[in-house]
């Protein structure tokens, strides 16, 4: 080997131990960035799948005519009327006891689907806030009596539910042709024969 080799050697020997540091500084700088990364909020996902399994204790109550109200629902729960013809907005915990009572003396409710459960997210932020969307169908059977006969339909139903920090529901909301159904199942045989 000739002296310009060595000379060349020793003066480019330097400058790979300049590079090799810089090349590891920049990654050991890499490896801390990604390590120090905040872990990411899951609570929302946690909080929808607890929310999960209100819904669905709530749906087996209403098919099984049975309520533990105060475990479900906040006393300051607010559930939105949404039925034709309604002249009012909203009912409060007492509204929906009647009104489940009400249903469960003259009504049979089966859930034919599994129930159809999906995050919700906060209006404003459009961010998942926990909350939970729901989709099913329900056969809904008018019990029979001395004169009349059983009569069913089928209602597909979409409700959304939203929780307070107890995770008990705050806000819920439905949306089917309840009226409709309601119509059908009270009607006599003669007037379903009219109507096809």
Not at 9 to 23: N, S
Not at 54 to 80: C, P, R, W
Request: with cysteine; proline share 3%.
């Amino acid at each position: 080997m000739n002296i310009k080799k060595i000379a060349l050697l020793l003066t480019l020997q330097p400058i790979k131990h300049t590079i090799m540091r810089f090349i590891y500084s920049i990654l050991c700088l890499s490896f801390l960035f990604v390590a120090c990364q905040p872990a990411p909020d899951n609570s929302a996902n946690e909080a929808f799948e607890k929310n999960s399994k209100t819904v669905l204790s709530l749906l087996e109550g209403f098919q099984n005519e049975s309520h533990d109200y105060d475990i479900l629902y906040s006393k300051d729960v607010v559930v939105a009327d949404n039925g034709f013809g309604s002249t009012r907005d909203s009912l409060n915990l007492d509204d929906i006891k009647a009104s489940d009572k009400m249903n469960w003396d003259a009504l049979d409710f089966k859930l034919l689907t599994d129930p159809d459960l999906l995050p919700g997210v906060n209006a404003e932020t459009k961010l998942a806030d926990g909350s939970v969307r729901y989709y099913g169908t329900w056969e809904v059977t008018r019990t029979a009596t001395d004169s009349t006969e059983a009569k069913s339909g089928e209602l597909r139903i979409y409700q959304s539910f939203d929780f307070d920090a107890d995770g008990k529901i705050i806000f819920q909301q439905g949306y089917g042709d309840f009226s409709g159904l309601i119509r059908y199942l009270f009607s006599s045989d003669d007037d379903d024969k009219t109507e096809e």
